[in-house]
């Protein structure tokens, strides 16, 4: 596998390098080749030297997925290290919070800008390789993208405008071979969620909204996304492939209507 993958530093993208590589040995009986990216340089080496370790090709790559410049440099390395790039993982992202009468004008751009347009720069620049592959592209979102969250600001809409960017692509790019499909992670406790998630009791409560009754960890994801940019995902593409434990279908049990169908109401 030759891939690329935004965001590898830390929790789901750190998951998701490690899982892949893992994929590697055993599927294709061969080393990884991976360019993994962040803006956080120190921790994604860390990581590459424990991919080395197990006889994985890893380059990095740190930069700013807002800067215009990045996508196409990034994907420029990833070719002059490896000639070519089979998948392609545009996961970097961050979630701050506010009411929209506070947010300003550069937080609302730079979600964009990370989550949206930085998605996009990294297609435009991988098009002609992942053509070349028949490979794909896996754009993570959110179910934020699709449910309103309280207090996410820019977040959400960005989100949305992301999921609808990898369906836009998966269209686009269908009669050239390649995949794209969006992952929707629920609530995951994650390096970047940690600030909610460290705290017991706030996460056994957002837990026991969740039908599994448990907040997902980064591997619940990179096991999904596995299969997805695997080989027996070949003819699935423009899903929003959603991993939230059954979260987003918790409406009408949030009426209480759960447990007594006669017209009662029970909570
Ligand atoms: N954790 C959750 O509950 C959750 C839920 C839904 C969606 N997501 C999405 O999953 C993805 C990964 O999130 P996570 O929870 O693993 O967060 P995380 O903070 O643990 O990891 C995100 C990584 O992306 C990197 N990153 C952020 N902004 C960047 C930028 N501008 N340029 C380069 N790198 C950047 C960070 O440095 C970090 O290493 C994000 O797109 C996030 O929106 C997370």
């Keep these: 596998m030759h891939c690329?993958?935004?965001?590898?530093?830390?929790?789901?993208?750190?998951?998701?390098?490690?899982r892949l590589a893992q994929d590697s040995l055993t599927r294709d009986k061969a080393?990884?080749?991976?360019?993994?990216?962040?803006?956080?340089?120190?921790?994604?080496?860390?990581?590459?030297?424990?991919?080395?370790?197990?006889?994985?090709?890893?380059?990095?790559?740190?930069g700013d997925m807002s800067d215009p410049e990045v996508p196409a440099?990034?994907?420029?390395?990833a070719v002059d290290a490896f000639k070519t790039i089979?998948?392609?993982?545009?996961?970097?992202?961050?979630?701050?919070?506010?009411?929209?009468?506070d947010f300003k004008l550069e937080d609302w751009d730079r979600n964009f800008a990370v989550h949206t347009r930085g998605a996009w720069l990294l297609a435009k620049a991988?098009?002609?390789?992942?053509?070349?592959?028949?490979?794909?592209?896996?754009?993570?979102?959110?179910?934020?993208?699709?449910?309103?969250?309280?207090?996410?600001g820019a977040y959400s809409p960005?989100?949305?405008?992301t999921l609808m960017f990898a369906k836009q692509l998966a269209v686009e790019w269908g009669p050239d071979g390649i995949r794209v499909n969006a992952l929707s992670p629920g609530l995951v406790h994650t390096d970047g969620s940690n600030v909610v998630f460290a705290d017991p009791e706030v996460k056994a409560l957002r837990a026991s909204k969740i039908p599994l009754r448990r907040?997902?960890?980064?591997?619940?994801?990179?096991?999904?996304?596995?299969?997805?940019?695997?080989?027996?995902?070949?003819?699935?593409?423009?899903?929003?492939?959603?991993?939230?434990?059954?979260?987003?279908?918790?409406?009408?049990?949030?009426?209480?209507?759960?447990?007594?169908?006669?017209?009662?109401?029970?909570?």
Excluded at 73 to 77: C, E, H, K, L, Y
Excluded at 127 to 139: D, E, F, P, S, V
């Design 158 to 161: 960005s989100k949305a405008a």
């Design 73 to 77: 440099r990034m994907v420029a390395a």
């Design 215 to 267: 907040v997902a960890d980064p591997q619940d994801m990179a096991n999904v996304v596995s299969f997805i940019v695997g080989p027996d995902a070949a003819y699935v593409s423009g899903a929003d492939i959603v991993v939230d434990g059954g979260l987003v279908n918790t409406l009408m049990p949030n009426l209480g209507m759960s447990n007594n169908w006669n017209g009662k109401v029970t909570g």
């Design 126 to 152: 991988s098009h002609q390789y992942l053509k070349a592959t028949r490979g794909n592209m896996l754009i993570t979102a959110s179910i934020s993208g699709s449910n309103a969250t309280p207090a996410l």
């Design 4 to 18: 690329i993958i935004t965001g590898a530093a830390r929790g789901i993208g750190r998951a998701i390098a490690r």
């Design 31 to 62: 080393p990884a080749a991976m360019l993994l990216s962040d803006q956080h340089a120190s921790e994604l080496e860390v990581l590459a030297e424990e991919l080395r370790a197990n006889g994985h090709h890893i380059t990095c790559f740190a």
């Design 86 to 101: 089979d998948v392609v993982i545009s996961n970097a992202g961050y979630a701050v919070g506010n009411s929209f009468m």
